[in-house]
């Protein structure tokens, strides 16, 4: 059996055999990189035969089910199994967890929120060079068809001397259609497999027997077995992953998985957008803000008819009206997705899953904000849409983005600078009553400030700064000189609210008060302190 050589690795995997004499061997190749040849004694390759490479379904596979999706319509098995073994023998032999469930984003029991890996796989299905595939396979199929047990040895060899899963086609030879799998053990006459449209099953098999395999019962995704149009699968072929798609590719998609731009050049773009305040369409962004109770949301694709499901803490949420695209919002936060779906000839497909969180502001919560203490009945102390004033001598300062305290500031290399932020908010001051046995207390809180109490500091700069907290004062100053080209001081600002608490005895005579500072994360403000 002919094997590819990965020097840089020093692993081994195998390549698809054709046909085999006592002096030659042909090979279905993809391209000629080190090969070397090896043999092994019939016998050691028998129905017999006992191998494990360690891989196991529900622990290394993908914890979604194959559906197919937007540019995988009849289904992305191929590239579910190939990101599979490669995840198993370039990253988790690396010392990575387990794939499956890692990337299990969201809800567990919600598929369709597992956006990155779900797209992943599709993508690598598009990769693979099916023109090159089909050329290869009309020259594997009929020796396989005619001889079983060249491919029950193949898969058998190779597992042997690699170690490693392997990758295999299967087809319905009368109707036509194929699906692909990963072999990962080979035991009790029968080759254990993980199959895309069981993902984390254990009893999936493909059995041999006198020489020949028995059909498998599957389908080119997990719709098809559900409308009924599962296959009995007749031709089994031994297929080396790579001999379809480059590792380099795959590695290289990973890098898009990693930074979350997979399959954006393969999917339609779109733009989810709502109506504010105004009328006026903006873009739907994560921690929007709005006033209006209803709100309209629209998926707007310059490539594709679109259309989208929602849902809100991870329940489905239905339109005020059927097929409607607004939406009854409640107070505080909405923690909403939306599954994107694109009218593929006729069928809608998978396009991707969004979460954002869209705050509804009631004329109660203007006031009030979302502020609790170590009580529910203490309330009333932060406007959630409060204001930033901020000064910088020699600097230049921008807001990065307007639904967010997120901020930056530009300096001239050498140059002193001095960044004064005050930090505005409406203030109620309630007075809360405590009954005790021996009295009572009264919290009373005080002016609309907010106070500087913690700060967060990334350092990665030359130069100096001197920040001060005084929790007296409403205003923060920061003085700072950065000596460096391109180096940072990143701050984290959060501000608390002043109130005093009056204690009474039980005949109603006011016996001590105490002032406190209560730190409050829902107001905060991150600067961003770069030189030019």
């Known amino acids: ?94 010392g990575e967890p387990s794939l499956y469930g890692r990337y299990d984003e969201g809800t ?12 992943f796989a599709s993508t690598i299905q598009k990769d693979i060079d099916w023109d090159g595939w089909s050329v290869r396979y009309k020259k594997l199929a009929p020796k396989a068809q005619k001889d079983n047990s060249m491919a029950w040895k193949q898969f058998v060899y190779s597992m042997m001397v690699t170690g490693e899963p ?41 059995w041999y027997e006198d020489g020949e395999f028995e059909p498998y019962n599957s389908g080119s995704d997990a719709q098809a077995i559900l409308e009924g149009y599962g296959k009995a699968y007749d031709l ?25 731009t997979i399959g954006n050049d393969r999917f339609p773009a779109y733009v989810i957008q709502t109506k504010n305040e105004a009328g006026d369409r903006v873009e739907l962004k994560d921690r929007y803000a709005t006033t209006n109770k209803i709100i309209s949301i629209n998926v707007h694709s310059d490539s594709a008819l679109l259309a989208y499901y929602m849902t809100r ?12 695209t607004e939406f009854e919002l409640k107070p505080g936060n909405n923690y909403l997705g939306m599954y994107v779906v694109g009218n593929k000839d006729g069928s809608w497909e998978y396009v991707d899953f969004k979460y954002f969180n869209v705050v509804y502001e009631t004329e109660k919560d203007k006031v009030a904000g979302d502020f609790t203490s170590m009580n529910n009945n203490i309330w009333g102390v932060l406007q959630s849409s409060g204001t930033w004033e901020l000064a910088a001598k020699n600097a230049t300062l921008q807001h990065e983005d307007e639904d967010t305290n997120y901020f930056s500031l530009g300096v001239t290399k050498g140059a002193s ?44 700069m030359e130069g100096e700064y001197n920040f001060t907290t005084d929790s007296s004062a409403d ?18 600002v959060v501000f608390g609210v002043r109130y005093d608490v009056e204690y009474y005895d039980k005949n109603g005579q006011l016996t001590s008060v105490s002032e406190d500072l209560f730190e409050s994360d829902s107001y905060c403000a991150s600067f961003y302190i770069q030189t030019n």
């Open 1 to 94: 059996m002919a094997f590819y050589y990965d020097e840089e690795r020093g692993t081994l995997e195998g390549i698809p055999t054709v046909e085999e004499t006592d002096s030659s061997i042909t090979i279905a190749t993809r391209h000629f990189s080190d090969i070397v040849v090896s043999s092994i004694p019939q016998s050691a390759l028998g129905p017999d035969a006992e191998v494990d490479t360690g891989f196991l379904p529900g622990i290394d596979d993908w914890q979604f089910t194959n559906y197919g999706s937007y540019i995988a319509p009849p289904g992305h098995c191929a590239g579910q199994a190939i990101t599979a073994i490669w995840y198993y023998t370039q990253m988790k032999s690396a």
């Open 475 to 492: 205003t923060l100053q920061i003085d700072f000189t950065l000596t460096s080209h391109d180096q940072y001081l990143a701050i984290s």
């Open 313 to 324: 803490d991870s329940e489905a949420l239905s339109p005020t009206q059927k097929g409607g």
């Open 417 to 460: 600078a001095t960044l004064i932020i005050t930090a505005k908010a409406s203030l109620q001051q309630p007075t809360v009553r405590f009954d005790s046995g021996d009295g009572y207390q009264l919290i009373k809180y005080r002016e609309p400030k907010l106070y500087p109490l913690t700060t967060d500091f990334v350092l990665d």
């Open 166 to 206: 392997q990758f295999v086609g299967i087809t319905n030879t009368t109707e036509g259609g194929g699906h692909a799998m990963i072999v990962y053990a080979i035991s009790g006459g029968a080759l254990q497999i993980a199959d895309p449209n069981y993902p984390g099953s254990l009893d999936r098999q493909i």
């Open 108 to 119: 567990r029991d919600l598929w369709q929120d597992d956006a990155r890996a779900y797209r």
């Open 236 to 260: 089994i072929l031994y297929v080396g992953a790579s001999s379809l798609v480059d590792f380099g590719k795959v590695s290289s998609r990973w890098n898009e998985f990693e930074d979350g």
